[in-house]
Nanobody, 119 residues
Framework: VQLQASGGGLAQAGGSLRLSCAASGSILRINVMGWYRQNPGKQRELVAVITSDDSANYADSVKGRFTISRDNAKNQVSLQMNSLKPEDTAVYYC??????????????WGQGTQVTVSS
């Protein structure tokens, strides 16, 4: 199983970016998918999470600005980030709680993608 993140990059404050993450491999089922972010020397912070029935939750710091969505047919989760702020700068990691065929439930992570917001 592999999670491949894409998107990210550089944006100006007030701008937008979109992150996507696709899970591939022999996957029987995916439960929760989401995004964390982390800056050097700081703890990883949960940004947004979405369940298999599209119930979403967000960190207070991104509510009203970020939108998480998923495509269950493609095993994909996306994060639309609007009204970006410099404090959104971080490495963003996608994750999924999933069950591969013939294995137990596990939490798998993407490789991380850098988001930089300039003021």
């Amino acid at each position: 199983v592999q999670l491949q993140a894409s998107g990210g990059g550089l944006a100006q404050a007030g701008g937008s970016l979109r992150l996507s993450c696709a899970a591939s491999g022999s996957i029987l089922r995916i439960n929760v998918m989401g995004w964390y972010r982390q800056n050097p020397g700081k703890q990883r912070e949960l940004v947004a999470v979405i369940t298999s029935d599209d119930s979403a939750n967000y960190a207070d710091s991104v509510k009203g600005r970020f939108t998480i969505s998923r495509d269950n047919a493609k095993n994909q989760v996306s994060l639309q980030m609007n009204s970006l702020k410099p404090e959104d700068t971080a490495v963003y990691y996608c994750y999924a709680v999933l069950k591969p065929y013939g294995s137990t439930w596990s939490t798998d992570w993407g490789q991380g993608t850098q988001v930089t917001v300039s003021s």
